[in-house]
């Protein structure tokens, strides 16, 4: 009898991650996670923990036992595991250099070995300091320097694309490179720094809610849920093969605009506080005035563009 194939989500834990691995048992998948619960959990994956058809390895991907067969045996591989979150990745940028790109490796050789098709969840953070309205794919990247180790993340991903692209060019190996832009939603955590749980957060206590800089800078943000229809669209895409994707909200808004629509549509009392960078974060941290990405060639070929509006995505994280 042939054995049926299961799906692999690195990093499925996480919080995009289990989203992804929720909606893959939803349309009857097998699936096994590997994740080494750094930045994820077991809660993130509680209410379906238990169904037969997952099956979750705790490990990191560069120790997991019988790589190899696991990668022969899926019928796709997802990889989202890595170090994520502005405050780890100015904390140390080692660790997230190290844990990127030697863990991306192992894995596209035992890909590439078993031709398992691939996807890589890279960033919009590889677009570096681009001055330009909306980003996209094939655009120059303009990443800062090496000495701010804010970078590190992008330059980390960035990286690794080159990586798996050459590998589908030389080894024949299917890979589709997603490049993620701000992502959020039910399960995220403020812990590493990310902006709207924070904010919510912080308004469900009245506290104030803290915007770095002049909160003038602006991001587009997108549903989780909305993130993972893309990516399994584009999974399904043999057209999507080799290539890369922007997937990300397009509704811009400003961060200081942000806080203001959190605390108004939670009802808040909470007042809203400006702090510096340096003292957010280091001397000189660098942060991008807008973000926004172009997301025509993903709506061309999968027939979808995230579009649910933030006041909903805010309601729905809060709840
Ligand atoms: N959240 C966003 O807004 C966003 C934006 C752009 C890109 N991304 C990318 O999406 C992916 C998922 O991000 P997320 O927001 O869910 O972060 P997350 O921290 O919740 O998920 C990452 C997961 O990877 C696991 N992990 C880390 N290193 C590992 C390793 N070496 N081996 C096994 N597991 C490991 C962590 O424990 C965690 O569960 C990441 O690759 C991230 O770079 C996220």
């Known amino acids: ?80 595991a890595a170090t994520v979150g502005v405050e780890l990745v100015v904390k140390s940028a080692l660790h997230v250099l190290e844990s990127s790109f030697h863990e991306t490796q192992i894995l596209l050789k035992a890909a590439a070995k078993n031709s398992t098709p691939f996807l890589f969840a890279s960033t919009s953070e590889v677009y570096g300091k681009s001055a330009k309205a909306e980003f996209s794919e094939d655009d120059d990247l303009l990443i800062g320097p090496p000495g701010q180790s804010r970078w590190s993340y992008a330059n980390a991903k960035l990286t690794d694309e080159f990586l798996a692209l050459a590998y589908a060019r030389e080894k024949n190996l299917s890979v589709i490179i997603a490049r993620l832009f701000n992502t959020v939603g039910p399960r995220q955590t403020g812990r590493y720094g990310m902006v709207l749980p924070r904010f919510i957060a912080a308004a469900k206590k009245n506290e104030p809610l ?6 003038k800078q602006s991001r587009c943000f997108c549903l989780v849920t909305d993130v993972v229809e893309s990516l399994v669209r584009l999974q399904n895409s043999k ?40 003292q957010a974060y280091s001397l ?20 979808f563009k995230p579009q649910t509006p933030l006041r909903e995505i805010i309601r729905m994280t809060a709840d």
């Open 284 to 303: 000189g941290f660098d942060d991008m005035r807008r973000r926004k990405p172009r997301v025509k060639k993903l709506e061309r070929l999968v027939k």
């Open 210 to 215: 803290r915007v770095f800089g002049d909160g």
């Open 1 to 80: 009898m042939k054995k049926t194939k299961h799906i692999i989500v690195t990093g499925g834990a996480g919080f995009i991650g289990s989203h992804l691995v929720e909606r893959l048992l939803g349309d009857g998948k097998n699936v096994v996670v590997i994740d080494d619960f750094s930045t994820g959990s077991l809660e993130n994956l509680r209410t379906f923990a238990k169904k037969p058809r997952l099956k979750i390895i705790r490990s990191k991907i560069s120790e997991c036992k019988n790589l190899s067969k696991l990668v022969a045996d899926a019928e796709f591989v997802f990889h989202l």
């Open 239 to 278: 057209k999507a093969r080799g290539e890369i994707f922007n997937i990300g909200g397009t509704e811009e808004v400003s961060i200081l605009e942000l806080a203001k629509l959190v605390v108004k549509t939670l009802g808040s009392k909470s007042k809203i506080e400006l702090i510096p960078y340096d």
